[in-house]
């Protein structure tokens, strides 16, 4: 016979089962059928709907067609919840067989209950007895599986028909589980704000957020040139045997890599997992760091930002500094090269070196040490201490020592955190040297993409202070035109009008700045009219519903219609460089009487601009 019937199930496991002696085992699994054999009776259910599936210390109470009342599954559970309980309190009462007290203590167990409903296959197996198969039996197990002793926990079905009803509003805590093969599903905690005797509401183990790192009572050292520091890494590179990862700038100040570490990685790369992880100073992080390491030396942030970079042309062979670049006399690009130089001898000797280091492009935030189990761990910053001694940041925070005996939780955030910078960075000595030999281009293709930023980091840093009302934001072109139109003086003297094309390159709330196609430029404080004429003009639409280019009390849509084929505004012409032109808002606000400045900036980004 082989059917399908609307089914509940009622899965319950003894915790720790396996570890019970044999005596106590047998004991256990006759109080918990006889607890569960008087929880069914004691709801009057007729003896052909309820099956009983054991499996040693697993017991399945299935109720097929049984639909009153509508929370018997539970109650079952509760009920069995609590004789558990009152079975434990009476094992530390009794003294079987004159055995003294605290062996009564192998007779107390708990169980893990998950509760899950639906229609499953009702067939007679092999042995002659009635068994049921489905999705729904096994999401029981499931479910049961992820909750700890004492806890009641349902799947999606039993949460929509308990839930509905008031007696068991706001009773169920949801959590998302992944099961076996990927699966992930809904299952509920039941938390009553009434107390059940034997329940546990507390959060299930697997299913609960893990505790945060807490750094509080670990090993501290005030910074990396505590000497007891110095000598416990080393120490504990030359004991690694299962893994040494490294993870610095370029590892070359207090502990150094070459110096003092090098030797003993030499020995470990037989039987040790070798990781460095370094610094590719010829990314934006780095120049965006080397800014702020030059902020107390006013002389050398200017030359950084203000260097009038030629054209790149082909590096020398040797790939010794280009004097002409200021950048390549920071200290971070020498602590870069020096360290590039002496891993690329050691591989001559040393092949595994080639697979054992890469370079890092983003941000690590950290300075980090793991040897075996142990891991040194320092956060960066930005910030500096006063009167710091040295220009660097980021070495500027206590070192800590973690343990993963002592503390798991943080040690596994830091192993996953040094994992994951690894398997992303994608750069080994071959390609650095590749770029250390391609430099002067790298560099400059830096400061050319993130000239404006750069130069707004060096003024901050200079001032100490923003002084921008707005920040600026960038534009994106969709073929537009844009002309600037103004009345001037020639070179002859001669009173004349100009009309000059370009793109917007970025926008705030009171300017634009506008690459001209002719070095041609107002006077400052000259009116000026731009023109914008779309080449497509449904991409003349605000990119905020608030955005009014039309001037009616209407909001924009996404196409403004080929009506509004070009849009004039009057600006005020602010200072010149390059081709750049800097408008600011003209103080009347009158455009046309057709739309406000603001009102067009908000448009800018939406018309506009090749950064």
Partial sequence: MVEVAPVKYIFLDVAGYSLYTRNAQEHIVKVLQKLVDESITAQSIVADRVVYLLAGDSVCVVLENVRSPFDIHLKIALSILKGIRRHNDRCAEEQPDGERGELNDSRRFEVCIGLNSGEDIHYVDITGGQNYAGEVINMAARIMGVADP????VGEAVYASLHADDLYAGSFTPYKATFKHAVSRMVYQFTPQDKHEGLDTSPPSSLAPGK???????KQYDSRSDAELKQEIITAVENATQRVWLLGVALADEINLIHDLRKKLDLKFEHADVKILLLDALRSPAIFRALLEAQ?????????????????????????????EPFFSTDIYYSFVDTFHALMQ????????????RYYAHTPVCWLLVMDDTAYYQPYTFGQRENPGKPSVGDQMPVYRVRKSENPETFSVLEDHFSKLWLTSDSDLFHIGARIADRERLVYLAFKTRDYWFGTVGAVLRQGKDERAYPRQLCTSHGNIVSVEWTGRDGEGEEKTFKIG???????????????AEKIFPEAGTVVRLEIIPAKPAVLAANTSSANCSGRPTACSRSC???RSARKLLLRCGRSSGNL????????????????AAAFVIMCCRLQGKN
Avoid: C, T
């Avoid at 004492?150 to 926990?153: K, V």
């Avoid at 050691?346 to 280091?357: G, L, T």
């Avoid at 032109?581 to 406000?596: G, H």
């Fill in 150 to 153: 004492r806890q009641i926990l």
């Fill in 212 to 218: 945060p790192p807490n750094l509080s009572g670990l």
């Fill in 296 to 324: 107390s030396n006013h002389e050398q942030l200017n030359n950084l930002i203000n260097e009038k970079r030629p054209k790149p042309r082909p590096s020398e062979p040797e790939m010794k500094p280009y004097p002409g």
């Fill in 346 to 357: 050691a591989k001559e000797y040393r092949p595994e070196y080639k697979k054992a280091i």
């Fill in 502 to 516: 370009g793109v917007i390159r970025d926008f705030s709330w009171v300017s634009l700045r506008l690459v001209l």
């Fill in 561 to 563: 219609g080929p009506k």
């Fill in 581 to 596: 032109l800097r408008v600011e808002r003209y103080p009347s606000r009158v455009v046309y009487a057709e739309f406000s």
